[in-house]
């Protein structure tokens, strides 16, 4: 079954440092997102990604994170001067196509980022 | 986005049938319904969807009455695999899927 990749699996970091997760999703997907997870809270959007773009991103994705799709596969998330309130869970997802019927999204089994 | 409650937490037994059920009071005609399982420092994984009446999959059922302000999760004959956070989701066509807090719903042997 395909499947959405994520690496790393967990990064530690200092405070300040910049970081890129990455991500491989399905290869016939079209539309990408980044979600992040607190410890024990709930699963946050960040950004939407179609057709090399960002179609949609929430308040969190300021001016520290940016998204970029360098060579057709990949679809990397980078943070460019980490805080400690950006230890989480970041998860990445693919959806196929858009329509009524595509409520599923794919999701990656996660990163998690530790800031010191 | 509609607005969804759904319990913070259930506990049931293996064997018995579980179902979750999430108010939508606000639910717009634009907006479709679906429901993801999320285990402990993994992904969300999709369950199910639906627009009105029931659907069926190989894993579970989803009951949406006439006036989808709500909507029910049927897990039928649930193992100690099934303990996880539930979420409902309530969104629109083409848009972006938020996620709530979902329910912990926990099985006991």
């Known amino acids: 079954e395909p499947e959405v990749t994520q690496t790393p699996s967990h990064q530690v970091t200092q405070m300040g440092q910049e970081v890129i997760l990455r991500c491989v999703p399905i290869?016939?997907?079209?539309?990408f997102y980044w979600y992040r997870q607190i410890l024990g809270q709930k699963v946050e959007f960040l950004v939407s990604?179609?057709?090399?773009?960002?179609?949609?991103k929430s308040e969190i994705f300021d001016d520290q994170f940016s998204v970029e799709r360098p060579d057709g596969s990949n679809f990397t998330l980078k943070i460019r001067s980490t805080k400690l309130e950006d230890s989480a869970m970041y998860f990445c997802?693919?959806?196929?196509?858009?329509?009524?019927?595509?409520?599923?999204?794919?999701f990656g089994e996660g990163s998690r980022l530790t800031v010191l | 986005l509609a607005k969804t409650t759904q319990p913070i937490s259930m506990d049931s037994y293996e064997g018995q049938e579980v179902n979750i059920t999430c108010s939508h009071n606000?639910?717009?005609?634009?907006?479709?319904i679906t429901w993801y399982q999320q285990f402990p420092s993994q992904g969300p994984r999709f369950i199910i969807q639906?627009?009105?009446t029931k659907v069926t999959n190989e894993v579970a059922s989803l009951f949406i009455p006439a006036d989808r302000k709500s909507s029910t999760l049927s897990l039928p004959r649930v193992s100690l695999s099934d303990t996880a956070v539930y979420y409902c989701?309530?969104?629109?066509?083409?848009?972006?899927?938020?996620f709530g807090k979902g329910t912990r719903l926990h099985i006991l042997p």
């Open positions: 997802a693919s959806r196929a196509t858009r329509g009524w019927d595509t409520g599923e999204l794919f």
């Open positions: 606000n639910i717009a005609t634009n907006d479709y």
């Open positions: 290869s016939n997907h079209l539309y």
């Open positions: 639906g627009y009105k």
């Open positions: 989701l309530v969104y629109k066509r083409d848009d972006k899927i938020i």
């Open positions: 990604f179609y057709n090399n773009e960002i179609s949609e």
